[in-house]
């Protein structure tokens, strides 16, 4: 029989496994989970609003993977439901962390991977990532994190979908947001006002002209559909990547050398 005695083994097979898993989910948060679009702020003026804002939320489920109890076999649990997010770890407050010192003192179970994950950087500063996942989750209407202490084997925090993403009828079935509204809006938008320039363009209309003008020019950039509809970079991307997803256009070839293609 032959033995063979690794130093360190279950620290290299953490380190490999995070290693690998992390970017995944770093891009899974990102493409999957954070859906963003552009409110009207002022007839200029958009902000990008997300159903769940990226950074973080990913701070949250990485605290989740940093302070797990890995000699338990219960994995990380991650629940998306219409009205919230769900994230819990196995492991309850660890160390000198109580309730009532939460967060404002941090311990780890496994001080390395805490290291490494900051070194990486997929957690923020030691025990400054809780008050600014609370700062950015305000500023994008979903309120503050609540966090569950009371499961005595497991750590549990709920997100709350942002408030501010749902209004004005965007994202969800409502009648301002059915097709007939929509094109009711529309042709209202057609008819002369007192004051045009208060008018404010919806979705549909801005993607219909970014359809007009790559049927023009196939070869438009981001940046000529930014000057020639006065729209902020973030603004076009969100546009062009829904149109993308409709099926009403796609990419083909490189982002300079490449054009658009209208699919019919």
């Not at 940093?66 to 629940?79: E, G, K, V």
Request: net charge positive.
């Amino acid at each position: 029989m032959f033995f063979c005695y690794i130093p360190n083994f279950q620290r290299y097979f953490l380190h490999r496994t995070h290693v690998k898993s992390l970017p995944k989910i770093d891009t899974f948060i990102e493409t999957s989970v954070s859906t963003k679009r552009p409110i009207p702020v002022s007839v200029l003026r958009e902000e990008i609003v997300s159903t769940y804002p990226y950074w973080a939320t990913r701070e949250l489920l990485m605290n989740a993977i940093m302070h797990r109890d890995y000699d338990s076999n219960s994995p990380i649990q991650f629940y998306e439901y219409d009205n919230r997010i769900e994230i819990q770890n196995p492991g309850g407050l660890y160390g000198k962390v109580s309730p009532e010192n939460f967060p404002n003192v941090s311990d780890y179970r496994i001080p390395f991977i805490a290291e490494a994950m900051k070194v990486l950087g997929y957690v923020n500063r030691f025990s400054r990532g809780v008050y600014r996942v609370q700062k950015e989750l305000k500023e994008n209407g979903n309120g503050e994190a609540h966090f569950d202490f009371s499961l005595r084997t497991a750590f549990r925090v709920v997100e709350n979908i942002s408030k501010k993403y749902f209004e004005e009828g965007f994202g969800a079935d409502t009648p301002e947001n059915t097709q007939e509204h929509l094109e009711d809006r529309e042709n209202a938008q057609k008819t002369p006002r007192k004051n045009p320039e208060n008018t404010q363009k919806t979705p549909r209309n801005v993607q219909n002209e970014i359809i007009e003008l790559i049927r023009l020019n196939p070869l438009i950039t981001r940046r000529e559909l930014e000057a020639l509809l006065n729209r902020t970079p973030d603004s076009i991307k969100y546009h062009l990547s829904q149109l993308t997803k409709k099926g009403f256009i796609k990419r083909e070839g490189s982002d300079r050398a490449g054009k658009w293609i209208i699919i019919e």
